[in-house]
């Protein structure tokens, strides 16, 4: 899973669907400093959403920005090192390094002292770019810098324009931001409606409904006076979320995810949150506040409605707070600065609806069920997935530390004594301090329970090995484990049940040992040998969707099947650093003039050459003759549309 981020998946471009992104655009510029001496500028200005990453980067990261300088006439020298802005500096759990990057504008400057006639100096710079879902290849841009006249005063500058340009499919990358939000909303909508089932909140709804109903002159006004009041309760929550996101700031709520300190200040925080829902203690905003705000309400008209929704906001924080914080945690985790306002607007709308409902509709009110214990259980409930939660937040922090003290079996076997703690609490075999005597157990009750115990069962496979694609993005990766080829398991056992001999140039993939080759030439020779397609995997070592796709649609059987038998698997990474043996360095034919240096480099252009699109992850299924057998892919996540799309091609190089 090293360098992640960084080649992540510019999607793909194929037919009418494509159309080209220009993410960083470079400005030069020069300011003389003394008679001899000329700093040079290089100004890169990156789209909003985008990534520049910094001169230094450790070992194994990221390919940094790097800057040449063409001084073999020895007509200048160069002074001291390129320097560079602040930009952020984050801990980032996959490449388990600090990682600085830009946004917005990153400025770079390198001083030179002329010793001859010189009125340009020509450099390139080297850089790789990307977003949340996608990456450019590292990139070499060449640029200019005019020098002025000797006699000319220092501090004016003259400036070239030089610009990037990068071929993507725009429309998957707004889907997939589409995608989180809409996800953002749903989670943050059901979880408004298990508010609405704790012990302050519930009884309010009848209480408040027949309050409208029954101070407003006229059925109408009533409805009218509720949904009022419901906006309200909208708003309030919708500003809260406005609020996190003003605090925080966009590169704050982008670094959430992958700062170890945040990580650990979220596992602390939920843990709180949990601790208070299983009874220990009620979180409690000050009396003097309700009573301020109780005090406003008795105002009437819509100043009076307003506070009256405050005051429930107040009032039942005790039991929406830790929801409303967990909510609050997890869209700011995700990166969105409007993560926040998201969530809050699907919490409030859950929360809002019953309130204009009912009142539209009173006779609905002797449907809902009697406040009782069922209450707390919900709460109780809602406490134990704070804090299987929880050590999400820290198993996040271990990663990027790499200690191994949270490694995925220990991860497990703490979900499975939490969802096991929690089936037996269903049970009636455990009492926690609020509950009520328990003479008998409800068959909604006894429902859960069972649900909650078969999940319980599921995981412990896991501590064996077992994948658990049902939460595949809670427990850590598979090859952060003790064993991660799964306990009793020997990849040489695995190797010659399928390959009694691994072809030259190839390796089994683990931990399902999928044969593949890292070379076009090799794996095309050996499909043709053995008589099978070639699925092209243009990937990256730094592309976060395309370790999405291996760890959770490459591991399903009926695709698993296909890519360790139907198929033969090239994986061509475009970010590989490697140097090309010196036979194989040719001109660039999408930058005249240049050479291919690297192995990526060949790769990268190969794919943007003949697939015009230059994204990872991209798949491509082909015959022997080197044509498609069906229209590319790129990132996949929906199965069965992966397994049909490898279904069919197949299918087309059998006919």
């Known amino acids: 899973m090293k360098k992640l981020i960084l080649l992540l998946s510019l999607l793909f471009v194929t037919l009418g669907n494509s159309q080209i992104v220009e993410p960083v655009k470079w400005k030069t510029s020069v300011e003389k400093i003394s008679d001899n001496t000329y700093k040079l500028i290089s100004k890169a200005s990156i789209e909003a959403g985008w990534h520049l990453y910094s001169q230094n980067v450790p070992e194994d990261g990221p390919i940094p920005t790097t800057f040449m300088f063409d001084d073999e006439n020895g007509a200048f020298k160069i002074v001291g090192n390129t320097t560079e802005g602040e930009g952020h500096t984050v801990d980032d759990p996959v490449f388990e390094m600090k990682i600085k990057f830009f946004e917005g504008m990153a400025t770079f400057e390198q001083t030179v002292e002329v010793t001859g006639d010189k009125n340009t100096v020509h450099g390139a710079v080297e850089f790789m770019v990307c977003d949340d879902s996608r990456c450019l290849p590292p990139t070499e841009v060449d640029l200019q810098f005019n020098l002025f006249d000797k006699n000319t005063s220092p501090k004016v500058a003259s400036s070239n324009t030089q610009e990037v340009s990068a071929i993507s499919n725009t429309s998957d990358s707004k889907s997939s931001s589409k995608n989180g939000l809409w996800g953002i909303f749903f989670i943050a909508f059901f979880s408004g409606f298990a508010a609405l089932l704790t012990p302050c909140v519930f009884p309010m709804i009848p209480m408040t409904v027949s309050f409208f109903t029954k101070q407003s002159k006229t059925k109408a006004a009533g409805i009218k006076n509720a949904i009022i009041y419901g906006l309200s309760i909208i708003v309030i929550y919708v500003l809260l979320g406005i609020l996190v996101s003003l605090i925080f700031g966009a590169d704050a709520l982008n670094a959430l995810s992958t700062n170890v300190w945040f990580n650990i200040l979220f596992f602390i925080l939920l843990l709180v949150f949990a601790t208070s829902f299983l009874g220990a203690f009620e979180i409690m905003l000050p009396n003097s506040w309700a009573?301020?705000?109780?005090?406003?309400?008795?105002?009437?008209?819509?100043?009076?409605?307003?506070?009256?929704?405050?005051?429930?906001?107040?009032?039942?924080?005790?039991?929406?707070?830790?929801?409303?914080?967990?909510?609050?945690?997890?869209?700011?985790?995700?990166?969105?600065?409007?993560?926040?306002?998201?969530?809050?607007?699907?919490?409030?709308?859950?929360?809002?609806?019953?309130?204009?409902?009912?009142?539209?509709?009173?006779?609905?009110?002797?449907?809902?069920?009697?406040?009782?214990?069922?209450?707390?259980?919900?709460?109780?409930?809602?406490?134990?997935?704070?804090?299987?939660?929880?050590?999400?937040?820290?198993?996040?922090?271990?990663?990027?530390?790499?200690?191994?003290?949270?490694?995925?079996?220990?991860?497990?076997?703490?979900?499975?004594?939490?969802?096991?703690?929690?089936?037996?609490?269903?049970?009636?075999?455990?009492?926690?301090?609020?509950?009520?005597?328990?003479?008998?157990?409800?068959?909604?009750?006894?429902?859960?329970?069972?649900?909650?115990?078969?999940?319980?069962?599921?995981?412990?496979?896991?501590?064996?090995?077992?994948?658990?694609?049902?939460?595949?993005?809670?427990?850590?990766?598979?090859?952060?484990?003790?064993?991660?080829?799964?306990?009793?398991?020997?990849?040489?056992?695995?190797?010659?049940?399928?390959?009694?001999?691994?072809?030259?140039?190839?390796?089994?993939?683990?931990?399902?040992?999928?044969?593949?080759?890292?070379?076009?030439?090799?794996?095309?020779?050996?499909?043709?040998?053995?008589?099978?397609?070639?699925?092209?995997?243009?990937?990256?070592?730094?592309?976060?969707?395309?370790?999405?796709?291996?760890?959770?649609?490459?591991?399903?059987?009926?695709?698993?099947?296909k890519l360790k038998n139907d198929v033969i698997l090239i994986s061509l990474y475009v970010d590989d650093k490697r140097p090309l043996l010196e036979s194989e360095v040719v001109d660039s034919k999408l930058k005249p003039g240049k050479k291919l240096k690297y192995i990526g480099q060949k790769w990268s252009e190969l794919q943007t050459i003949k697939y015009k699109a230059n994204t990872q992850p991209m798949y491509v299924l082909m015959d022997h003759n080197e044509e498609n057998l069906i229209d590319p892919v790129a990132y996949t996540p929906d199965i069965e549309e992966y397994n049909t799309w490898l279904k069919k091609g197949i299918s087309n190089f059998k006919k």
């Open 291 to 561: 009573n301020k705000v109780d005090s406003q309400a008795d105002r009437g008209g819509l100043i009076g409605i307003f506070f009256m929704a405050l005051a429930l906001a107040i009032v039942s924080f005790s039991c929406t707070g830790p929801i409303v914080g967990t909510l609050l945690v997890e869209a700011a985790a995700g990166g969105s600065q409007v993560g926040p306002i998201i969530g809050m607007l699907g919490f409030s709308l859950a929360i809002a609806l019953p309130f204009a409902l009912f009142a539209a509709f009173p006779g609905w009110l002797n449907s809902l069920p009697k406040s009782g214990g069922w209450l707390n259980t919900v709460k109780v409930v809602l406490g134990f997935l704070e804090l299987a939660l929880a050590f999400k937040f820290l198993s996040n922090a271990d990663l990027v530390l790499q200690l191994h003290w949270l490694e995925r079996e220990v991860f497990i076997a703490i979900w499975i004594a939490i969802f096991g703690a929690l089936a037996f609490y269903l049970f009636g075999k455990i009492q926690l301090p609020h509950d009520s005597p328990l003479t008998h157990i409800s068959v909604g009750r006894l429902g859960l329970g069972l649900l909650v115990m078969s999940f319980t069962i599921y995981m412990i496979p896991g501590l064996w090995g077992a994948p658990l694609n049902f939460i595949s993005a809670f427990p850590p990766p598979q090859h952060y484990s003790e064993s991660p080829y799964g306990v009793g398991f020997t990849q040489l056992g695995s190797a010659s049940a399928n390959h009694e001999t691994i072809p030259e140039g190839a390796h089994l993939m683990p931990p399902h040992d999928i044969l593949a080759f890292n070379d076009y030439d090799k794996g095309l020779a050996y499909a043709k040998k053995v008589g099978k397609p070639v699925m092209i995997d243009f990937t990256g070592h730094a592309c976060v969707n395309c370790r999405k796709m291996e760890q959770n649609v490459w591991v399903k059987p009926h695709v698993l099947e």
